[in-house]
C-alpha cells in the first residue's frame, strides 16, 4: 500500500478503533482519522478526504445501517464495514449499496491489512466496470442518435443509409467535430424546424 494514502475510521469505540488503526498502519497507512460519530459523515467525509473508509459497527440497527449503505453510494472511495452481527439481506444490501468489503465477526488487527488490500482492490475493480458501462451506454446513445440523424438524411436528401453515413461523417471531417456532434445539431435542427 501507498504510505501517503489517508484512512479515516468511523467508530464510536476507541478500543476497537485502535485495533482498526494498528492494522491500518501495519498496511502503509501513515495518516489515519477517526471520527466517532456518524454525525454529518458524508459532509466529514467530504471535508477529510479520506481514499478509505473503514467503519465498525458493534451492532448496526437498521437505521445505521441504511445510512451506510447511503454513504457507500455516495462517497465513491473504498468502504469496509465490520459488523459484529448480520443477516442474508443485511450483508445482500451492503453490497448491492456498494460496500467492498463487509467483514462480519472479522475485527482482528492481524486481518485489517489484508482486508483494507481486497477492499481497495475490489473497489478499483467495481470503478473499471462502472467506467467502462458507462462508457458502453454513452456509445450506445451515440450510436442512436447518429442513426436518428441518418435517417432525417435519408428522408430529408433521399439517399440511402450509407450515403446518409457518408455524408455525416465527411461533414464531421470537415467541420472538425464528431459525428455524433452533427448529429446533434442535425436533431436539435430538426425539431426547431418541424
Do not use: H
Not at 482498526?20 to 477517526?34: N, P, T, Y
Not at 449499496?97 to 481486497?118: F, P, Q, T, W
Request: proline share 2%; glycine share 4%; aromatic share 4%.
Amino acid at each position: 500500500m501507498d504510505s501517503q494514502l489517508k484512512a479515516l475510521i468511523v467508530d464510536e469505540s476507541p478500543i476497537r478503533a485502535a485495533i482498526i488503526e494498528a492494522g491500518l498502519r501495519e498496511a502503509g497507512f501513515s495518516e489515519v482519522i477517526r471520527l466517532d460519530t456518524t454525525v454529518r459523515l458524508i459532509a466529514r467525509i467530504g471535508e477529510i478526504d479520506p481514499d478509505i473508509v473503514v467503519i465498525d459497527l458493534a451492532n448496526p440497527q437498521r437505521d445505521t445501517l441504511e445510512q451506510m449503505f447511503l454513504v457507500s453510494r455516495l462517497v465513491k472511495r473504498p468502504i469496509t464495514m465490520f459488523v459484529d452481527q448480520s443477516d442474508a439481506e443485511q450483508t445482500r444490501a451492503a453490497i448491492e449499496a456498494g460496500v467492498s468489503a463487509y467483514v462480519v465477526d472479522g475485527l482482528r488487527r492481524e486481518r485489517v491489512k489484508n482486508i483494507v488490500e481486497m477492499c481497495v482492490t475490489r473497489f478499483r475493480a467495481y470503478s473499471r466496470l462502472e467506467g467502462d458501462l458507462s462508457q458502453a451506454r454513452g456509445a450506445l446513445e451515440d450510436r442512436k442518435t447518429i442513426d436518428r440523424a441518418k435517417a432525417l438524411v435519408m428522408k430529408a436528401r433521399g439517399i440511402d443509409e450509407e450515403a446518409a453515413y457518408a455524408l455525416l461523417r465527411s461533414t464531421a471531417m470537415n467541420k472538425k467535430k464528431r459525428i455524433v456532434e452533427i448529429a446533434r445539431s442535425i436533431l436539435t435542427a430538426s425539431e426547431l424546424l418541424g
